[in-house]
């Protein structure tokens, strides 16, 4: 089957040129907002003009011959304060924070595709906080706040839409589970709501609550969660980071860790070596292999997780609904396409593709809860390979090579973490060691015992 991850409600595009391209035309036809003092992007000074209305203007009069491109493309330098490891939206993120909150700049994002062409290009976009675990509530809630803002902040549209999030309970065990988890960000200060069914007919008019194996219960609404466009979320962080000095090296794969008795030393890559004296993993699905390269081992499983879109529709549903029982989810994106989630594969892989099966379980669980979609046709489904740790919570963390840091393990429910994984890594990196935001999730809490499980709260998992 072909992978079908590649256009689309801004799916991974198919080549590294075109991606640069698609970010070009985003650049060129207004997926620009915000003010410079706002921005504080001081590597506007490095010949990266500030997105405006103006700007627009000025180049619709000049037939578009004026806009430069949205980042720098160089050639590795011999040596780097810190290099990231993989231009997803996590390691862009921590290259641009390290920049800004931390004023480290001789920084390089080795990719080995093209940026945001791994999970961050093809995930189905939600982004909540309303998650059990003090820990995991804290930085997803970060991250949320962050999201309100960030087309402001990297002066690039990001297409934030807090459309709101609803969680469906369709057994009795799920409806407990959702109390629990309102009792928790209650506490946590964390806006959430428990709804009923009616409440939920009047938020999704097109939902069915009373299904004959799930009927709905009830729900665990949050208002301000939602969605962001997940290519311009890397676009806008690589923009931003790449115009404060950060080197973002596409088509570069890591193929070794350099090491000597003190920690590391730096990489081999594609484009020769590379030295440093801190390295960032941040590559989702492949940690494990970048892991062993370092000369450590990592509690993850890599498995495929798909989704898939349908023909664009007229609008007629206004916010996220997941449905963790029927497993599945499902939004409407801006073009009229219903998004659609699916499950994990249940054996390791690193197959970046979906599967029949789940394009049929998902779609079959979907239309007890949306008769109406049973009309649609579906026009592509695409996979990613998520790395999945046991208690279902991510990884940022210092290793047992001196200078080597890690962040991984977000699984399905990486992509609303961003920018608050992105801040903490940046924060570890700069210390060495990480503050309080990622300190609850380093490595050895596994040999330690302190999970944070998040399993009922990551079983569907966005
Ligand atoms: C189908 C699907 C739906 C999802 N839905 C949601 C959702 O609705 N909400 C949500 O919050 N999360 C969701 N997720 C999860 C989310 O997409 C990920 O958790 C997140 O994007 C991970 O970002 P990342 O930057 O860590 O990884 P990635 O975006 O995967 O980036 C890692 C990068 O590392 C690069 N790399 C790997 N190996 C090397 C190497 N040797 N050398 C150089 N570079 C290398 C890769 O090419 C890749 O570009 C979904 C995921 C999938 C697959």
């Not at 407990?176 to 209650?186: D, G, I, L």
């Not at 890591?254 to 484009?271: E, H, L, M, N």
């Not at 449905?323 to 599945?328: F, L, R």
Request: overall charge neutral; aromatic content about 8%; some cysteine.
């Amino acid at each position: 089957m072909r992978d079908y991850g590649r256009a689309g409600h801004g799916c991974v595009g198919g080549v590294s040129g075109l991606r640069h391209e698609a970010a070009l035309i985003e650049s060129r036809t207004g997926g620009l907002l915000g003010i410079r003092e706002a921005t504080g992007i001081r590597g506007m000074a490095m010949g990266m003009r500030r997105y405006s209305a103006f700007a627009i203007a000025r180049e619709a009069a000049r037939y578009h011959t004026g806009w430069e491109r949205a980042w720098r493309s160089p050639q590795p330098k011999a040596e780097y304060d810190a290099i990231i490891v993989g231009a997803g939206g996590h390691g862009l993120a921590t290259a641009y924070y390290l920049a800004k909150n931390h004023g480290i700049t001789n920084v390089a994002v080795v990719e080995k595709g093209w940026l945001g062409g791994g999970n961050t290009g093809r995930n189905t976009t939600i982004i909540r906080s309303n998650y059990l675990q003090p820990s995991s509530m804290a930085v997803f809630e970060k991250s949320r706040s962050l999201y309100e803002d960030l087309s402001q902040q990297l002066n690039y549209n990001i297409m934030f839409s807090p459309r709101g999030v609803l969680m469906l309970a369709q057994t009795e065990h799920e409806k407990r589970a959702w109390e629990r988890t309102w009792h928790a960000n209650r506490i946590a200060g964390i806006e959430s709501e428990l709804v009923t069914p009616e409440r939920i007919k009047e938020i999704v008019p097109i939902i069915e609550t009373g299904g004959p194996r799930y009927p709905v219960l009830g729900g665990l609404w949050q208002p301000r969660g939602g969605t962001a466009r997940h290519d311009a979320v890397a676009w806008g962080y690589a923009r931003a980071a790449s115009a404060m000095g950060v080197d973002i090296i596409q088509q570069c794969e890591v193929t070794g860790v350099d090491r000597d008795a003190d920690g590391v030393t730096g990489i081999q890559t594609t484009k020769g070596a590379i030295r440093t004296k801190k390295l960032c993993i941040v590559v989702a699905g492949n940690s494990g292999v970048l892991a062993d390269m370092a000369g450590f081992r990592l509690p993850v499983e890599s498995v495929a997780l798909q989704a898939l879109v349908s023909e664009p529709i007229k609008p007629c549903m206004d916010c996220v609904v997941m449905a963790n029982t029927v497993h599945g989810y499902m939004s409407q994106s801006d073009k009229g396409e219903m998004v659609i989630g699916g499950g994990a594969d249940g054996f390791n892989n690193y197959t970046q593709r979906g599967s029949f099966q789940h394009i049929e379980e998902t779609v079959r669980a979907l239309i007890e809860t949306f008769p109406m979609i049973s009309r649609l046709k579906m026009l592509r489904q695409w996979g990613g390979i998520v790395d999945m740790t046991g208690d279902r919570s991510p990884i940022i963390g210092t290793t047992p090579v001196p200078g080597v840091f890690i962040n991984c393990g977000w699984g399905t429910g990486g992509f609303k973490a961003i920018p608050g994984s992105g801040w903490a890594t940046a924060e570890m990196v700069a210390d060495g060691a990480p503050r309080a935001l990622a300190a609850p999730f380093s490595l050895d809490r596994f040999t330690e015992g302190r999970m944070i499980d998040e399993s009922v709260a990551a079983a569907v998992a966005h």
